[in-house]
Every structure is written in C-alpha cells, then in structure tokens.
C-alpha cells in the first residue's frame, strides 16, 4: 500500500471528532456521571515500603456500620491483577505489602465526604522487612525482594563479535547515563465506576486506554465468565501509558465494592492519591562502552540498560524489551551486544508512559554520541551522519531496513531550519565574552519503532469490525481509545477515505466489550499503523459485501453507496464487516535470541534544542526547539503537529523540570505545586516538520508517531546545554541545584573516560 | 467522629446568565456546587490546589479557580462557566478557534483554558505571545505543549482563519 | 477533596465593624477568611484545623488603595490584581507591582490579597522582601482601636507575627517621596509562572560620589522569617563597590542567612545564588552613577 496517491480527506485537517463535546463542556468523563444510588470508594494504602501485615483495627470514632468494608478475604476469584506475569501483582494486600501505597482495604460510604476521616482511622500493624529502593540496591541482591533474584526480565542482545572489536579502536569512549522516574501528569486523575447485578455481571465505566486489559483482569478476579463483565471507557482526559495497566486495579476494586454494596460505587482518585499511588515512568541507568575508529564510525557497541521496575511486574518486561532495542539508536554498528535488566524494587510499581523504555535509553545513546564526537574531534552532527542507518543495512537485532530512509536529509534539514550553524558561531563568540547567560545548541537523531514489539502484533491478533445502516452511515467498532492523541478522528478520515464519504457520514462506537471488538491495546504507537490498516481493510469489506450482493460498482458515488447500504440493510439485515490483524509474510522475530524484525516499521527524527543556561541561577531555559520527523504519511497536520508539541514540553519536563523526589519508597513531592511541569511561560517556541515517505504497513502510508516526540528532547537539551556551559551533565531530571554543583563547585571530574583498555562494562 | 451539622446556607447566583441558588455548607467549594447542585460538570477538578486551573470560571467578570472559592463568597456574583460560552448553540468565537486550530486534545484543560483565554482577551484584546503565556500560564495542559492553544487565542481576536495555519511548518513530500 | 465542608462554619457578616465585634466577642474563636488563596488550600488537602471562619472578602473598608501627602495606602484586601492595575504603585513602587505580578499565575492574582500573604507569614512568600525595602508600615485594627507599626517588627518568628486574635491587619503604609535611584527584584523559582520561590531578594540603594549612600536588602526563603540583611547592608555603607567589597557584601550574607533544604531546593543552592542576586544588584548599584 505505498501509494502517495492523492486523497481527499487523509492528509487533510480533519475537525477533531469528539472536539464539540469537548468545546462546550458536554464531553462527559468519569467523574462527570453519577448514577442511581451511587455510593463512593476510597482505598487505605500500605504507609511502609515492606513487611507482613500483622492486624488491621478500625479505630474509633467512626461508625463502622455505616460503611461497607473490603479486604482480600472478599475477593471471589483470583488475587492478581493478570497482564504479563501472573500471580504477580495483588488486588490488595494480604499477608504482606510490597511497596508504600499498596491497597490493603476498600472502605465505600454513601456520603463522600465522610471517607477521608475513615481512611485515616484505619489502621494496620508490620512487621516491617527489609526494602530496596534503587537499581543498585537491587542488583546487589543481598535482599530479595523478587522473584529468586530481584530480576524481572533480562534480555540480551547480540549482533556481530563485540569481544575482538576493541583492539582495531582509535578510541574507546565509556560513559554512563542516568533517567528519573517521570509522572504521566494527566490531569484527569484516575477513576471507575463499578455496577453488579446478578443478571448482568459486573459493569465498569472509567477512564483508561485499554479496557480489554481490564476485561481480563477482572475476569480473573470475579471468576466470571467472559460475558459477565462488560467494561466501557469513559471520556478519558490524558492517558500516556498512566491508564494502561492501573486503571486494570481501580476497576476491580470499585467492582468488589459495588458487589458487597450492592450499589453502583465510584472511585476518583484525588490528586495525591494518583500521584503517589499509581505508575510512572522507569527510572533507568544504562552503561556504552563504544569503539570507535580514527574518523568516528562506531566498532563496537557494549550496552548495559537497567531499569528500577518497582514491586511488582506489571509492564516492565515489555518497557525493557523496547528499551533494548532503541538502546544502540540509529546508528549501524556491526557488533553490538546490548545486557539489559528490569530489577525489582519496594517502590509502587513503574509503568507505561509515552515511548515506553526508548527515552530512557535514547537519553543514553544520544548523550554518548556528543561524548563520541568530543574524543574524535568531529562535530556532532558529523558523529551522526557518519554512522546512520540507511535503507538495506541491519539493526542492533539485525532487523534490515526495506523502507526508504533519509537521516542525512533530515539532519540537513533540521541543521537548516534552525538555523544551526550560524547561532553555534555566533553563540561560541558571545559565550566566551557575556557572563551571564551561555546560548548553545544540541542535536538529537533517534528513531521509534511502531506497534507491539517483536511477536506481540501476532498475539494481539487484533479484530475490528465496522456497521453501516440504511442510511449508509458507518460506525467503527474498536477497542481503540481516545484520549487526546486523535484516534477517533484518524479512524473517521480513513473510513471516509477509503468509502469517499466524509467524516460526518462516520461515527467512532463508544469503546465497550460488549459492542466492540478487541483490536488491542491503544499503546506502543500501534493505533494509526496497525488499527487503522485493519480499519480500513474492513472499510474494503464491507463495499466487497456490498458488491458480491450487485449493490455497488467498483466506481461509486457517496449517494450510490447509501443507496447501496439502503438496499442491503432492507434485503438482508444488517451491514457489518470485520477485519483481522494478518501477520506481514516477511516480518520474522525469534523471541528466544531476540533477533529479527522489531517492529514493522520506524519513524525517524532528528531534533535540535536551543538552550539559555543563566549562570547566576544555574537554570538552564529551552528557548526554541525544532523538529524534523517521518512519520510516514501524516493523516492529520493539525492533530500529528499537536502530538509532536505536546511530546516536546513532556520532554522538556523530563529533562528540566520534572523530578519525583523520593523518601523510603514513596513519593514525597506528590503535589501538584510540587512536582513542576512546564506551564504556557515556560514551554519554548516548537517549530513540527514533517517528512512524508508513506510506508506500506499502514493505512495510506502511515506509520506511528505518538510516541516519538518524547524520545529525543531530553538529550538534544543536555548536548545542548554541554555546548552552551561546557559541562557534560549525564542525568535527568536536571534542576538548576543539580548545575549549580557542578558550575559554581570545583568541578567534578566528567563521567566521560576515554581510556585505552578492552573491557567492557562491569 | 463528625462535629454537629452546621447551618446550611442559601447560595443565590447568576450562572450563565440564569438566576439559581443551592443550599449548602457554606464552605462548600463554588467547584463542587457547580457539579454537584447544578450539574454543570463542563467544571473540572484537577488539583484542589489552585495549580491546574481546570476548575477556572469567571466571577463576576474575574477569572478564579473555583476549588479555591468557598459558596458563600460567590453570593450574589455572576458566574460564567463553559457552559455558557456558547450561545443558542452557536459556538462562541474561542471555541471554534480551540476546536479548528487543535487547542483540546484530551479536552480535560479545556473549559478551564478557554475561561482564561476569554478573561484575557476581555481585558487585553490584542496580547502578544508573551501576554498570551502570561495568561495561560495558571492553566495546565499535559497534552498540547500549549502551541495550538496559543493559536488558538492568537485568532480568537482575527477573523477568518487561514487554513495554512491549520499545517505545521512545513511537510515535504518523498 | 480531603476535608468534610459540613464540618466548617463560615460567615460573612459584610463590614469591617462586624467582622471585628465578632473576633472581639470570641478572641481566637474566628479565623478570617480573605481571598482563600492559603486556607481553601489547606481545606483542600484537609490540614485547615480551625473550624470557624469569617469572610473578609468584599469589605470596601479592606480593599482601596489611596493616596496622602506622604503616604501610600494598600488596604489589607487588596489583590495582587489590584496592585498590578494602580497607576501610583507602578509609578513608585514598581517594586509591588512586579511582585505582584508573579505571584501565583491570573486567577491566584485575582483573590490572594496582600494582606493574606503577610498573615501567613510564609518565609518564602513574595510580597515582604519588597514592603520591607520600601519600609513599610502595617496598620493593625480591631474593635479596641488600631495601631501601627514598622512592618519590619511584625514578623517575630517561623509563622508567628505580632497580631493578636481580635485583630485584622487593615492596610499596609508605603512612604511616598522617597524612591531610590536603584531598585532590584528578582525572584527564583521553580518555573517562570506559578512558582513558589526557592530565593528572591529585593534590593534598593543609592550611591553618592563612588560609595554606597544607602542600601536596602531584604530575601525571601533564607531566614525563618521574611527578613532585612542588616549585616550585608551594613558592610556596604559608606564604601566603593570594588570587587573585595562585593565579596565582603557576598560573606555578609552567607553568614546572615539560613536557608533549608526542602521539596523545593537545597539549603546551598539558596544561599549561593541569593549571593549572586546580591552580586547583580550591586553591579547595578555600581553602574547607576556612571
Ligand atoms: C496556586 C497558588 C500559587 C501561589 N503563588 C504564590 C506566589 O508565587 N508567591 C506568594 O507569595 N504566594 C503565593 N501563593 C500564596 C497566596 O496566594 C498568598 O499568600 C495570598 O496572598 C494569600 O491571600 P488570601 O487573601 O488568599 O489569604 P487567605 O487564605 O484568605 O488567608 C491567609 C491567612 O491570612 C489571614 N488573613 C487574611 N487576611 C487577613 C487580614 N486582613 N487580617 C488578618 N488576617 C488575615 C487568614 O486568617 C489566613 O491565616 C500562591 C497560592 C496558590 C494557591
Ligand atoms: S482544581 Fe482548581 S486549580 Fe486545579
Ligand atoms: S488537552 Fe489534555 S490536558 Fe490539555
């Protein structure tokens, strides 16, 4: 399918579909319903990061009666939440609490008002054991607090000979890199209502990404037949990875409530809560050990990724799994071996966010390549061209690149745009003489793989279906959510595309088990490339259902195809088409070597930051950021450029502003007035280019691009805050008291060594 | 255990130009009475701090955060909240600009957003990008990055608009 | 939402005289609620421990912002807003009107007062570091009578000032007529809108003949209290800004302040960039004559 045919509404900007409702307030999300006889859910948390619950007592002052209380020894089926390792993560706590903020007991009340106080008059007795709360702690594996030794997955990667690569290197450059934990911060604050009834089952209404994972997991904790759980996202305000697995806990607790209440119940997370309880991102530290020769081309590539996964397993294998493959970037090196580990710890468990595991380890890559360039002696951007990928050659997991690619094109072009050249120049000759303020420039050059890592789109086995009434007015059937990204109007334009209709003649079902079908997860970047494809595969349907019954001609008019849909839905019923995820024949992935064919495509980027860092203040500003990406086809301008932006000030969250602080395990700063993400004063100026080089995997050339902006900000920042200060800083968050050390302190010696010696990392 | 009940107290206002009144603590958040007495639930909560500014309505005229305003202080006021920007179903000149020019995405900011756009331009008719920043910078947005809200308010005050501005910089096609 | 509002009484008896029978009649019983900006925060977050709150807000008697001869007069109820928008603070005492105007972002502006913000008496707060260079008076009221005094005796220690539970602070007094040639601010926070301070110091000063003639200095987030840098002030007076006095001025303040570690900062970041602020200010000083 890689036309660049002219369309008429695909590449178009297309209203926002559901942007009425949310214009003029009659949107409705979860917190927004209220239904009969609603009583309302709060959850008492573990105060201690691990230890045996000795009793839990119900102090005094409260009238316990009044309320209806949960405990494990409620839970009809399974205690676990299911998802990727099993009999991992508890629905609530039993004998024992791994992390600070554990759900241990459910409390529902009629009156909201009046569950605040109660949570607090519970109480619960430890026997407090040993925790650890960092990769290092971790690795040492003197406590176990995981598994038989602390280790959640580990994956190893090996392309070519890395062993015998070092003694052909003019240089060797080691370093080590750092990422923070990294709150989602959507501003919707997590939250379900849970309904029972004998007849129907259990009814769940909340704001998520994935209600099939929900589906599973309460089927699992209910002990319930697949037909007797129905869940229904509601209008879900901000996501990013945070409503991936979390919401999977929330829904289960509001239905084991809702089940011994006998009512609907509601639980709303306030904003301490879901800062302090819930996921966010893996803080990581990854190790390169790199050879390079006399003009910079890479050898050898050693890589260590390690991740503090928190208690439990929950998303970690697969954040580690694309964590690993991003982790060698761009570049083609012929020997590579990347050791990674997501290592247990007794902090709440990390989870999803926007680019899953490849910020993290593209901080590493794209910091080490400014360290590569500085030892050769080239510039940065010259390091990078000098190694990119092209089409033909093979990645880190030997996956070879089918699809065009341009790297060098899309440097010359961001260089260009932002004007790269002559502001280092100019900003090289101020630095030296103003005191105050030191400008300076950055590159980052990364790619990001689309859809489900390796074989995952082949489990996923994704379905989706489409109806048509009389009236030939179609409506999607997907799990796919919406949550801000633009899933819903993409679907629209690709169904009115292929159908010539319009966006109008479209409608997006509400997602909801019991009318849609499972088209996966709404994650990993999958919805435009995977979901759409199939979306518009079954738009291709239903016109052949319309065909084989001579109701439509291979040409047709929109008023043809109504009359068409009219014809059919009179003779035979109902109009509906489906379409199932087909395996591409010449993708291969051998999961045991993790070798082969990651992803079925890559969006490429390279972005350049410009930075102000105030050495009276030791704040580092962005003041413009550029970017220059292919995506594939965009389907969108205006909602793709709001992606790439939005992207961007999460980035530069995570590279300057963002810091979760940290006290035994638990999330100290967990205010909003507190943990500090960029405002409208403080986000830079961001210029989006597209590149379009449509790709053959999804619909009219698309491929995926939620995740991307998130992947190269912090880097491009760091190199460029190193080209403005001359200080190599090597973790993130940043925080003008973390410059302040290094600028206004003796300075320290740099992490970077450049050494002569073959060792790879220990 | 809970002090004695106190007095309820009698809240009569102008919401979106219509009188109403509520009878309730009067401490009760002017948030928590928007939607819960008067179902106007285009009034969100994100904080109950005063840092996100979803819950933005203007009082008497004056942007405020409502989980900061207790009822009793919002007697006798004018309250104007998303749900009566627009009139007899005709978008309102910064809704269409933040539904064309792509300022909501998940849309949870947005009735907020939108209140300070319009305190801004009601006071600043012509602000530039920093008064825009200036503005907006009490209303978080975890989705956009701000650009297209900035726009947004950037064309509310300029009518029609330029569908190039709809596009990013620039898209080459290969 | 952590506290159960049921629980709170709230009145608002609508002026000034009432308000002050009322905590007259009940010393400590009534706690006065302005702008809410500090205590619906605390409502919020269940932390607000009184229990019985009188409104102060939409007092005319509180609010205005009037002129004499020699004075300035802010009400206690004035906003943030209404301070950015008065043409006689901007003109002399820019100072407020800029501090005002990053405290918080437009809605915080719109309610806090200037009054709720002294009474508070956080030490990072961002009004009193300029009323205390521009020496302000603070003028205490309650049924008995009111009193007034200099603003830099208000404060006596963490969160503890001189007034009294039957007492509103009525107005703050700015004295006219004296402005300084230099006049410095710059705050220091966590991000550049809605950002509470992690150091700012304001600075006022006049140089005659190559010396410091006069000079105030006073930081917010170093001191337990918003406080005065009698000490650097006092090592500057009378003397030429060299580079050796500057560094003397930047000792003088290390020894003076002590700031903290916190969620926000560190104890070190503080003290050495309020040295740097220190440093601008007296280039500034140093610069003014020439
Ligand atoms: C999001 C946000 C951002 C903020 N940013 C900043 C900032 O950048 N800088 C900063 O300095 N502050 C900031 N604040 C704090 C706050 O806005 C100020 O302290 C404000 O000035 C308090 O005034 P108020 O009228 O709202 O106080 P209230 O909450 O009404 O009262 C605060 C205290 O003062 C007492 N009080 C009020 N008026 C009087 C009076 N006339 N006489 C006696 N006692 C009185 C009250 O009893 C109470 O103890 C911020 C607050 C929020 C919510
Ligand atoms: S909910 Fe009021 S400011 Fe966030
Ligand atoms: S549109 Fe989602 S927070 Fe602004």
Not at chain 1, 309 to 331: D, F, K, M
């Amino acid at each position: 399918m890689r036309d660049a045919t002219p369309t008429r509404i695909v590449g178009t900007p297309a209203l926002r579909k559901e942007g009425f409702g949310k214009v003029t307030g009659g949107a409705r999300y979860i917190d927004d319903i209220v239904l009969l006889g609603m009583w309302h859910g709060a959850t008492v948390r573990s105060s201690i990061a691990r230890g045996a619950i000795k009793d839990i007592r119900f102090g005094a002052g409260i009238n316990w009666d009044e309320f209806v209380i949960v405990t494990a020894k409620d839970i009809p089926g399974a205690n676990c939440i299911p998802l990727i390792v099993d009999n991992d993560q508890p629905v609530l706590a039993d004998a024992r609490v791994n992390h600070p903020e554990e759900p241990v007991v459910l409390l529902a009340h009629p009156d909201k008002a009046r569950l605040h106080e109660a949570v607090e008059a519970v109480e619960i007795d430890y026997d407090p054991l040993p925790a650890v709360f960092t990769i290092e702690e971790s690795e040492r594996q003197q406590t176990i607090v995981w598994g038989e030794d602390n280790v959640i997955k580990r994956f190893l990667v090996e392309k070519g000979d890395v062993d015998s690569a070092w003694q052909h290197a003019a240089h060797i450059v080691s370093g080590e890199y750092r990422t923070g934990a990294q709150e989602q911060l959507y501003i919707e604050n997590n939250g379900v209502i849970a309904e029972w009834s004998d007849a129907d089952g259990l009814i769940i209404r909340g704001s998520m990404q994935c209600p099939y994972y929900v589906h599973k997991a309460l089927l699992r904790v209910f002990d319930l037949p697949a037909e007797k759980v129905r869940v229904i996202q509601a209008e879900t305000g901000g996501a990013f990875g945070g409503k991936e697995d979390y919401p999977s806990l929330i829904a289960a607790h509001a239905g084991l409530l809702a089940l011994k209440a006998g009512r609907p119940v509601k639980i709303i997370y306030d904003r301490e809560e879901d800062l302090a309880a819930t996921t966010k991102r893996h803080p990581s530290r990854t190790r390169y050990r790199t050879a390079v020769d006399k003009d910079g081309h890479l050898l050898a590539m050693d890589i260590q990724v390690d991740l503090d996964g928190g208690a439990y397993a929950t998303v970690s294998p697969t954040v580690l799994s694309r964590a690993t493959i991003h982790s060698a970037g761009p570049y083609l090196c012929e020997n590579i071996r990347v050791r990674s580990h997501a290592w247990a710890t007794n902090v709440p468990p990390h989870g999803a966010f926007r680019g899953f595991g490849s910020p993290q380890t593209i901080f590493g890559i794209e910091r080490h390549m400014d360290q590569i360039a500085k030892a050769v002696g080239i510039s940065p951007e010259e390091v990078r061209r000098r190694n990119f990928l092209a089409q033909g050659n093979a990645t880190a997991t030997g996956q070879l690149i089918r699809d065009p690619i341009d790297l060098r094109g899309m440097m010359d072009r961001a260089l260009k745009v932002s004007d790269y050249h002559a502001k280092r120049a100019r900003f090289a000759r101020e630095n030296a003489t103003s005191s105050a303020i030191k400008h300076g420039m950055g590159i980052a050059s990364f790619m990001h793989g689309a859809g489900f890592t390796g074989s995952g789109e082949r489990y996923l086995n994704s379905l989706v279906g489409l109806e048509a009434d009389a009236s030939g007015h179609l409506t999607v059937l997907v799990s796919s959510t919406e949550f801000g990204q633009g899933t819903n109007t993409m679907l629209s334009q690709v169904v009115a595309e292929a159908l010539g209709l319009s966006c109008e003649d479209v409608s997006i079902a509400q997602p909801d088990t019991n009318r849609v079908p499972n088209s996966g997860p709404t994650v990993a970047s999958r919805t435009t490339m995977i979901v759409g494809r199939l979306v518009h595969d079954a738009a291709l349907a239903l016109a052949g259902i319309l065909r084989e019954k001579n109701l439509l001609s291979e040409e047709f008019s929109a008023d043809e195809f109504r009359a068409a849909c009219a014809a059919y839905t009179a003779q035979f019923g109902a109009l509906r088409s489906e379409a199932r995820y087909q395996p591409p024949k010449d993708i291969f992935w051998d999961d045991a070597k993790y070798q082969g064919d990651a992803y079925p495509a890559f969006a490429w980027a390279v972005y350049v930051a410009e930075v102000a860092v105030d050495t009276r203040t030791y704040a580092a500003e962005v003041v413009n950021f550029y970017t220059v990406q292919e995506v594939g086809r965009v389907m969108n301008p205006v909602l793709a450029a709001g992606q790439i932006e939005g992207g961007v000030a999460q980035g530069v969250g995570y590279a300057l502003y963002e810091k979760v602080v940290w006290k035994d395990g638990r999330m100290s700063n967990n205010q909003m007035t507190n943990y500090i993400i960029p405002t409208a004063a403080d986000v830079p100026n961001i210029e989006v280019y597209f590149e379009e080089m449509p790709c053959e995997h999804g619909p009219y050339g698309a491929k995926g691009l939620g995740e991307l902006p998130h992947d190269g900000p912090a880097p491009a920042i760091l190199n460029a805050i190193q080209d403005a200060a001359g200080i190599s800083f090597t973790s993130i968050p940043l925080l003008p008291e973390d410059i302040f050390l290094r600028m206004a302190e003796a300075p320290e010696p740099e992490c970077l060594e450049i050494v002569g010696s073959a060792k790879g990392p220990q | 255990m809970s002090a004695a009940k106190i007095q309820l107290s009698e809240i009569r206002f102008k919401v979106n130009g219509v009188e109403r009144s509520a009878t309730v603590p009067p401490m009760k958040r002017l948030l928590d009475v928007l939607r819960e007495d008067l179902a106007l639930t285009g009034v969100k909560e994100g904080c109950g701090e005063g840092e996100c500014g979803s819950c933005s309505v203007l009082l008497d005229g004056v942007l405020v955060n409502s989980c900061l305003v207790p009822a009793l202080q919002a007697s006798g006021c004018e309250v104007l909240t998303v749900e009566g920007l627009a009139t007899n179903g005709a978008l309102a000149h910064i809704q269409r600009t933040f539904l064309e020019l792509g300022g909501t995405q998940c849309g949870i900011c947005t009735p907020g957003m939108m209140l300070a756009a319009e305190s801004l331009l009601r006071k600043n008719p012509h602000p530039d990008l920093d008064a825009i920043r200036e503005g907006l910078a009490g209303n978080l947005c975890r989705c956009t990055g701000y650009m297209r809200i900035i726009d947004a308010v950037k064309h509310a005050i300029e009518e029609p608009i330029l569908t190039a501005d709809l596009a990013p910089e620039e898209t080459v096609h290969k | 939402m952590r506290s159960n509002v049921s629980e709170y009484e709230f009145i608002a008896p609508g002026s000034l005289d009432a308000v002050l029978a009322l905590l007259s009649a009940e010393p400590g019983a009534w706690t006065p609620m302005a702008g809410g900006t500090e205590l619906m925060v605390a409502l919020g977050a269940g932390r607000l421990e009184q229990r019985k709150l009188v409104s102060l807000w939409g007092i005319g008697e509180l609010r205005g912002i009037t002129a004499s001869a020699d004075w300035l007069t802010i009400g206690a109820g004035a906003t943030y807003t209404d301070i950015r928008e008065n043409a006689a603070i901007a003109k002399e005492f820019p100072l407020l009107a800029r501090s005002a105007s990053w405290t918080g972002a437009i809605a915080n502006q719109n309610r806090g007062t200037l009054g709720g913000n002294i009474v508070n008496a956080s030490p990072a707060a961002d009004s009193p570091p300029v009323l205390l260079v521009y020496e302000a008076e603070i003028e205490l009221v309650s049924a008995q009578g009111a009193r007034r005094m200099n603003y830099s005796e208000f404060h006596l220690g963490y969160k503890r000032t001189v007034l009294r539970p039957q007492e509103l602070v009525m107005a703050v007094h700015l004295p006219r007529g004296h402005r300084l040639p230099v006049e410095y601010l710059r705050k220091v926070g966590t991000r550049n809108a809605m950002a509470i301070s992690k150091v700012a110091l304001a600075g006022v000063g006049a140089m005659q003949s190559g010396k410091v003639q006069t000079v105030r200095i006073a930081a917010a987030s170093l001191r337990e209290t918003p406080a005065r840098l009698s000490m650097t002030e006092a090592v500057l007076v009378g003397h030429a800004l060299t580079s050796d006095r500057i560094q003397a001025a930047r000792k003088a303040l290390l020894q003076e302040v002590k700031p903290i570690d916190d969620v926000r900062s560190t104890a070190k970041y503080r003290a050495h960039v309020a040295a740097n602020l220190l440093e601008e200010f007296l280039n500034q000083m140093a610069a003014s004559e020439s």
